[in-house]
């Protein structure tokens, strides 16, 4: 159950699109590395509780 969403890249402000695993959980916490600068960033995923869909935050990763 993949969703595509696209985000901003915290590190080079560039879009980049994320898949997205929804049947992971109804909320999940994991690094991923931008594909444009290669950066790690904190991605934090929050499956909506009807499961349409998700709402998905991108930070620097802290040290």
Do not use: K
């Amino acid at each position: 159950m993949l969703e595509e969403v696209v985000v901003t890249c915290p590190a080079c402000w560039e879009e980049i699109a994320l898949a997205i695993d929804r049947s992971a959980g109804d909320e999940q916490v994991y690094a991923e590395d931008c594909p444009v600068c290669c950066r790690p960033m904190t991605v934090r995923v929050q499956v909506r509780a009807d499961g349409e869909g998700c709402t998905v935050n991108v930070e620097p990763e802290s040290d």
